[in-house]
């Protein structure tokens, strides 16, 4: 099993930049996408971006050009660095895991986005 441990969240004024971390524990070979998803308050969670062992991308289109997903399979870490950060991209932060066709997810780190 997958224990992703996310960090990195806080509180940014707008236009600021955060960058996220989750570092995977437990069984993490065949780990072959993580990705970030978020969750605002009274709203569905969401995809925002994910990254494949070979290092593929997909972001969501709120964020293409502002955040940037990246992963470092020796270190087992996946990065999200956010920039020009909006009041709206105010959520739960949320890394998951899919080895073998199972999700693993984390806790999730609070990313708060006000002046």
């Known amino acids: 099993q997958v224990q992703p441990v996310e960090s990195g969240g806080g509180l940014v004024q707008p236009g600021g930049s955060l960058r996220l971390s989750c570092a995977a524990s437990g069984t993490i070979f065949s780990i072959n996408i993580m990705g970030w998803y978020r969750q605002a308050p009274g709203k569905q969670r969401e995809l925002v971006a994910s990254?494949?062992?070979?290092?593929?991308?997909n972001y969501a289109d709120s964020v293409k050009g502002r955040f940037t997903i990246s992963r470092d399979n020796a270190k087992n870490t996946m990065y999200l660095q956010m920039n020009s950060l909006k009041p709206e991209d105010t959520a739960v932060y949320y890394c998951?895991?899919?080895?073998?066709?199972?999700?693993?997810w984390g806790k999730g780190t609070l990313v708060t986005v006000s002046s």
């Open positions: 990254v494949t062992v070979g290092g593929s991308t």
């Open positions: 998951n895991a899919v080895r073998l066709g199972i999700n693993s």
